[in-house]
């Protein structure tokens, strides 16, 4: 990861202070790793991984388990790698660069996918959601577990509020928890734990997401991608403001129903 500051060639750093990579504190994770665990998975298949930390805390939790994350973004997964190394896990992780779009792996006892259900389908929201469900389904095998990690509006968006959220925002980009849950048990899951991210691990990873190339924008305003940076940060931000409190992140843990 490139996070030297200082040359006028170098590059902004990327993702730096986060952790996960969405709103998820401390305490959720651990009490997730908790509950993920008391099933005793020996395999775990994390969709659209990230750097998979969540995956990695797992593995050291159930220590006769192997995990392998995919993911299309070679960076994440080589921070993965080393994050890996650095627990001596390497024997039990491996991260696989690889779209889970239509993905032949599994069964696995554990299947997480996190703020990555659009990685499992390649239909237009909200049917995607739909779509991963049943894929997830598939994926798990029968007294496994599942942790979707799916985002939902807390409230109908107001319209100013979706002309400041993502390009093309729509209300029907997402559905409310309810519906949520009842899609997860149309799929064939019973919902075994229904959490949802506050609004403190929100602004935790927002600032988080942002931070290290706010600081080095604002201590290199000449560089010849300050201008570019400036944009995109300045353009994140007002979307963040639009969304903040509207969107939400469900952790849905859930049971395959016989
Ligand atoms: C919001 S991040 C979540 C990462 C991780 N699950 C976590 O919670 O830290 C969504 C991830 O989905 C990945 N992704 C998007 N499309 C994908 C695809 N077709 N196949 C695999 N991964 C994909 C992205 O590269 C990104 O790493």
Redesign the pocket.
């Known amino acids: 990861m490139t996070n030297t500051t200082d040359a006028t060639t170098s590059h902004p750093p990327r993702l730096t202070r986060?952790t996960?990579?969405?709103p998820?504190s401390e305490t959720r994770a651990n009490a997730l790793v908790q509950r993920l665990t008391r099933t005793n998975p020996r395999t775990v298949l994390?969709?659209?991984?990230?750097?998979?930390?969540?995956m990695l805390r797992i593995l050291t939790a159930a220590p006769e388990a192997t995990g392998v994350g995919?993911?299309?973004?070679a960076e994440?997964l080589a921070r993965g790698r080393r994050d890996a190394e650095a627990r001596g896990l390497t024997q039990r992780a491996e991260f696989v660069e690889?779209?889970?779009?239509g993905?032949s792996r599994g069964p696995a006892d554990l299947v997480?996918?996190?703020?990555?259900s659009?990685?499992?389908s390649?239909a237009r929201p909200p049917e995607y959601t739909t779509e991963a469900l049943r894929a997830l389904r598939r994926l798990v095998t029968d007294d496994g577990r599942v942790l979707l990690?799916e985002g939902f509006w807390q409230r109908t968006p107001t319209p100013a509020e979706l002309s400041g959220m993502w390009p093309g925002a729509s209300a029907t980009d997402h559905h409310d928890l309810a519906t949520l849950l009842d899609l997860a048990v149309d799929a064939g899951f019973r919902p075994e734990w229904t959490e949802t991210a506050s609004l403190d691990e929100w602004e935790e990873f927002e600032s988080a997401y942002q931070a290290d190339v706010e600081v080095w924008l604002a201590q290199h305003p000449g560089h010849p991608l300050a201008a570019e940076t400036r944009d995109r940060l300045d353009r994140h931000r007002a979307q963040w403001m639009s969304y903040r409190g509207v969107l939400g992140l469900a952790y849905l843990t859930l049971a395959p129903a016989r």
């Open positions: 986060l996960f990579h969405g998820l994390d969709i659209g991984c990230g750097w998979g930390e969540l995919i993911d299309i973004k994440d690889e779209s889970a779009v993905t997480l996918c996190v703020g990555a659009q990685a499992l390649s990690g």
